[in-house]
Nanobody, 115 residues
Framework: QVQLVESGGGLVQAGGSLRLSCAAS????????MGWYRQAPGKQRELVAT???????NYADSVKGRFTISRDNAKNTMYLQMNSLKPEDTAVYYC?????????WGQGTQVTVSS
């Protein structure tokens, strides 16, 4: 069982930046593929970015070049640096951890980008 806790969300103006953090309870953090997902009201949850244990990354086209996913295995923490934020980025952002049959979600943190 893995507990995931997101933090760092808030209100920011368009063009601004936020850094999200996801703290994991497991001491086996390094083996998980980690990811950030987001969900806007009335919308499906969508992939934002993923990062493997080897630090290979993938990004949704909508955030490519603006967001950077990273992880610090010593701190059992994953990050999402969000720059050049747009109102379309407004959503609840969820932390995800996967390893084969294991799949865990955090409770989410709200990001609101104003025009």
């Amino acid at each position: 069982q893995v507990q995931l806790v997101e933090s760092g969300g808030g209100l920011v103006q368009a063009g601004g930046s936020l850094r999200l953090s996801c703290a994991a309870s497991t001491s086996s953090f390094s083996i998980y593929v980690m990811g950030w997902y987001r969900q806007a009201p009335g919308k499906q949850r969508e992939l934002v970015a993923t990062i493997t244990s080897g630090a290979n990354t993938n990004y949704a086209d909508s955030v490519k070049g603006r967001f950077t996913i990273s992880r610090d295995n010593a701190k059992n923490t994953m990050y999402l640096q969000m720059n050049s934020l747009k109102p379309e980025d407004t959503a609840v952002y969820y932390c995800n951890a996967r390893f084969f049959g294991s799949n865990y979600w955090g409770q989410g943190t709200q990001v609101t980008v104003s025009s």
